[in-house]
């Protein structure tokens, strides 16, 4: 919820890696100006049930290194 633009700036930084979920729309020119240079984890919230529709997310999730 945050748009390409922030996305843009943040990794612009060079101190961060980003990961982006959303239903897989690319909107205006965010394909080719983000996408190459995130991760992706693709997820649709509006599907009846999340959990199972969203595997990949669920995963990453899992798999996620917090910094303390």
């Not at 205006?28 to 999340?50: G, L, M, S």
């Not at 199972?52 to 999730?61: G, K, W």
Request: with cysteine; net charge negative.
């Amino acid at each position: 919820m945050i748009g390409a633009a922030t996305v843009d700036k943040i990794l612009g930084s060079g101190d961060h890696e980003v990961t982006i979920v959303n239903r897989g729309n690319w909107y205006w020119d965010a394909k080719t100006r983000i996408f190459p240079r995130v991760n992706h984890v693709r997820c649709d919230r509006y599907r009846e049930n999340v959990r199972e529709s969203c595997t990949d997310l669920v995963e990453f999730i899992r798999n996620v290194d917090y910094i303390d």
